[in-house]
């Protein structure tokens, strides 16, 4: 049986998270049980009283170009070890993919521990993520400031990192007053911190958010500062998986490039979706300068596709993680093409 947990269920996961996450401390499942599970839904498969396995759709509100998604971070994917290996994780995220599906979804998104485990379930990397670390001036110009869960601190902090992001990337999540009150509380909840920085002048302006794990900072949760504070250390890691969803909904911000001789261009695209069936099958794909609509084909048996890709391709293309591979003579056709371009997540939750 396959089954999201009623609320007043929810604290009895804890239990496998424990079991599975041994790693993660008693005051950060605290917070975790009293903050995140408050908001999130939990499904969970059973083997008959028993729950043998569990994933947590956790949701954030994510921009997206000019718009705002609301979609689910998936976490806490864990099976109990006396029912791995019986095909438990495959039954929660067919039926967490159809779900979304019906909750027209645009995509979901996680942080995998190890990739292989979701390959076969049409993730793929959608975000890399440098090192950051503060340079010399940004060490000895800048002074460090606790951060308060007021609401001045959450709004300043929330305008800041907003204007770096929206710079450099078209998806990431949306920061806001309580998006900043909940990371201060999931890094204070692990022995860390967070941290304003402000520049050494009489304007003392807001430089930067710095968010750790860890009474000495071991492990970085957020590094947003200035360009001239900060440098980037080592080569940009794989950091998050994504799978799109309802892939009519998604396509919508995808458009012609802004120097594409055409204002309108027309396709049939076959794509390839073993985990949800609305999104197999023939396409009408008609792009503008300002998005697209992807139409079902259903007499799809006469028609000959101009392009076919599997759902992770063809997330992989449209994230602008990686192109596509496709015939030479459809090369011109997918570089007219425009995909989302820069994608950040450093959310672990």
């Known amino acids: 049986m396959v089954r999201y947990l009623k609320q007043e269920e929810k604290s009895e996961s804890r239990a496998l998270w424990e079991k599975v996450f041994s790693e993660d401390t008693k005051s950060f499942l605290d917070y975790y049980y009293s903050d995140r599970v408050r908001k999130n839904k939990i499904l969970t498969a059973w083997s008959g009283d028993q729950a043998a396995a569990m994933l947590h759709r956790n949701p954030y509100e994510v ?72 340079n010399e001036k940004g060490r000895t110009r800048l002074s460090r400031r606790a951060f308060m869960e007021r609401s001045d601190d959450c709004k300043e902090a929330a305008r800041f990192v907003g204007r770096q992001l929206e710079k450099k990337y078209e998806v990431y999540a949306h920061r806001d007053e309580e998006y900043y009150r909940n990371l201060c509380r999931e890094v204070r909840s692990d022995s860390g911190d967070m941290i304003l920085l402000f520049t050494r002048d009489e304007r003392e302006r807001l430089a930067g958010v710095w968010a750790y794990y860890g009474e000495l900072a071991e492990n970085q949760r957020e590094l947003i500062v200035l360009g001239d504070y900060v440098k980037e250390v080592g080569n940009l890691r794989p950091a998050v998986m994504g799978r799109i969803i309802h892939l009519e909904q998604f396509v919508k911000v995808i458009r012609l490039k802004e120097d594409c001789p055409v204002s309108e261009m027309e396709l049939f695209i076959e794509v390839k979706d073993d985990f949800i069936r609305q999104n197999s099958g023939v396409f009408l794909w008609k792009i503008k300068k300002d998005g697209s609509v992807m139409t079902p084909v259903s007499e799809n048996n006469k028609i000959k596709p101009h392009l076919f890709m599997g759902i992770s391709e063809l997330t992989s293309w449209l994230f602008g993680y990686e192109k596509p591979e496709v015939p030479e003579n459809r090369q011109t056709m997918i570089d007219r093409i425009r995909p989302l371009n820069g994608v950040f997540f450093d959310e672990i939750t």
Request: glycine share 2%.
């Open 63 to 134: 921009v997206v170009k000019d718009r705002i998604w609301k979609v689910d971070y998936i976490a806490g994917v864990a099976t109990d070890p006396a029912f791995r290996h019986q095909g438990y994780m495959r039954r929660l995220l067919t039926r967490c993919f159809l779900d979304m599906y019906m909750e027209r979804m645009e995509f979901c998104f996680l942080v995998p521990v190890d990739p292989a485990i979701y390959h076969p379930f049409d993730f793929t990397y959608i975000c890399d993520l440098p090192k950051r670390v503060l």
